[in-house]
C-alpha cells in the first residue's frame, strides 16, 4: 500500500501544480485583458477628445463669421456715413447673416436632437425653388466676400414634394455652405433642381477641387 499512497501523493502534487497553473494563468488572461480594455477605452476617450475640439473650433469660426460680417455692417451703419440706398443694402446684409447664424445654431440643436433621437419630421407640400433660394439668400454673403457666382437652373415640371420644408432648406444650405468653403475665390458654384425619370434631383456643383 505504501507504494501506492506515495503515487497518489505525487498524483494530488502534480494536480495542485496543475491547478495553480491554471489559476495564474487565467489570472495573467484576465489582466491582459483588463489592460487592453483600459488602452482602447483610453484611445476611444482621445479621439472623441480630439473630434470634440475640431467640432468646438469649426463652429466657433462658423458663428463667428456672420457674427464679425454683423458687428461690421452695424458700426458702418452708426458711423453715418453710408447714402439711403448704401444704407439699405448694409441691412439687408445683416439680415442675411444673421439668417445664416441662425441657422447654425438650429443645425446645432438638430444634431443634439439627433444624438438623443428626438428628431422629427414635419412633412407638408413644400414648393422646391423658394427653399432652394432662401438656402442662397443665407450663403450669398459668404460667396460674395470671396467673389463666387451662383448660377441656377430649374427645369422640373414638378414643383411642390412631399417634405419637411426646414430639412430640405437645412440640407441645401449645408451643400452650398460645403461649395463655398471649398470653392476658390472668383469661383462658380452651379445649382439644379430637375427631373432624371421618376427621380428628383437638386444638384450643387462648384468649381473646386474634388
Known sequence: LLPDQNLLNMFEAINSEIGQFIQRKCVEDERESLLLREKTLREQ?????????????????ELRTPLNAILGWGQIIQAGKLSGEEQKDALDKICRNARAQSQLINDLLDTSRLITG????????????PIIEAALDVVRPAAEAKGIEFSTSYK????????????LQQMIWNLLTNAVKFTPSGGQIKVAFEQNKDALQIIVSDTGQG
Open 156 to 167: 422640373s415640371d414638378i414643383e411642390t414634394i412631399i417634405c419637411d420644408p426646414h430639412r
Open 118 to 129: 428626438n428628431l422629427r419630421l414635419n412633412l407638408s407640400p413644400t414648393a422646391v425653388v
Open 45 to 61: 476617450a482621445e479621439v472623441a477628445s480630439r473630434l470634440k475640439d475640431e467640432f468646438l473650433a469649426t463652429v466657433s469660426h
